[in-house]
């Protein structure tokens, strides 16, 4: 049965607010091979539904739900996202694909989304909310939604002719015209690092700064990562 459209608002009102429709066949062979073998479900696979937030509003909706627990944001993004599909789509299966623990291209998504834009400091950013969005949950599905039209916008940062991003960054990542991932990761663990738990360069790009997400959660994404480069750097 074709299913021409799907009830987002459920998901608008919970700041997942980013949504799209691909389907596997106008996927590069190689993301669909890749899928195929990193998941390989027993059920037909024919699109991918790609769910993110931009701005503030899906703290303020995860804060209002009373989520408690290591990871706020992914419990509550999948969550959220697990009841709509099945309250959307009854009868109908699906693969969480992301969050979980296999590597999925999420920026490769995003840009046959038309959401990734890159930035010198390497976040994707939108014209209207800058770089303050983000990938939420994958889901491979059987469904046969009509698929969304990629979101045509040009990068703000074409334009930009001050880069105040690259000249901002404390740890001089881009310095070189290129971002050194190393060079951020040595400065973030530095115990007087101005980017312990935020991004200094991500903070000058004037893009979208209105949609800024609130302090709480960017001291905690700052802070997921930080102990993910802590990690990564740890003597063996």
């Given at each position: 049965?074709?299913?021409l459209?799907a009830d987002f608002?459920?998901?608008?009102?919970?700041g997942?607010n980013?949504?799209?429709?691909?389907?596997?066949?106008d996927?590069p062979?190689?993301?669909?091979a890749?899928l195929r073998?990193?998941f390989a479900?027993?059920?037909?696979?024919?699109?991918i539904?790609?769910?993110?937030?931009a701005?503030?509003?899906?703290?303020?909706a995860l804060r209002a739900?009373?989520?408690?627990s290591?990871d706020?944001?992914d419990?509550?993004?999948?969550?959220?996202?697990?009841?709509w599909?099945?309250a959307q789509?009854?009868?109908h299966?699906?693969t969480?694909l992301?969050p979980?623990?296999?590597?999925l291209?999420?920026?490769?998504?995003?840009?046959?989304a038309?959401w990734?834009?890159?930035?010198?400091?390497?976040l994707?950013?939108l014209p209207q909310?800058?770089?303050?969005?983000?990938?939420?949950?994958?889901?491979?599905?059987?469904?046969?939604?009509?698929?969304t039209?990629p979101?045509q916008?040009a990068s703000?940062?074409?334009?930009?002719?001050g880069?105040?991003?690259?000249a901002?960054?404390?740890?001089?990542?881009m310095a070189d015209?290129?971002?050194?991932?190393d060079?951020?990761?040595r400065?973030?663990l530095?115990?007087?690092?101005?980017?312990?738990?935020?991004?200094?360069?991500?903070?000058a790009?004037?893009v979208?700064?209105?949609?800024?997400y609130?302090?709480?959660?960017?001291?905690?994404?700052y802070s997921?990562?930080?102990?993910?480069?802590?990690?990564?750097?740890?003597?063996?």
């Amino acid at each position: 049965m074709l299913v021409l459209s799907a009830d987002f608002a459920a998901l608008d009102a919970a700041g997942l607010n980013l949504q799209a429709v691909l389907d596997l066949a106008d996927l590069p062979p190689q993301v669909v091979a890749d899928l195929r073998r990193d998941f390989a479900p027993a059920h037909a696979c024919r699109q991918i539904i790609l769910i993110g937030n931009a701005g503030r509003a899906m703290w303020t909706a995860l804060r209002a739900a009373g989520v408690e627990s290591d990871d706020p944001i992914d419990d509550f993004s999948v969550r959220t996202v697990m009841q709509w599909f099945a309250a959307q789509f009854p009868g109908h299966c699906c693969t969480l694909l992301y969050p979980g623990d296999k590597p999925l291209g999420l920026q490769t998504l995003g840009r046959l989304a038309g959401w990734h834009q890159p930035t010198p400091f390497k976040l994707g950013i939108l014209p209207q909310w800058g770089s303050w969005f983000g990938y939420r949950a994958a889901l491979l599905t059987d469904t046969d939604l009509a698929p969304t039209a990629p979101l045509q916008m040009a990068s703000p940062c074409a334009s930009c002719a001050g880069r105040p991003c690259i000249a901002a960054c404390p740890a001089q990542a881009m310095a070189d015209g290129e971002f050194v991932l190393d060079k951020c990761a040595r400065y973030r663990l530095q115990p007087d690092s101005r980017c312990r738990t935020a991004c200094v360069a991500r903070d000058a790009c004037p893009v979208g700064r209105e949609h800024r997400y609130d302090e709480e959660q960017v001291r905690h994404s700052y802070s997921v990562s930080l102990r993910a480069i802590e990690q990564y750097c740890r003597p063996a």
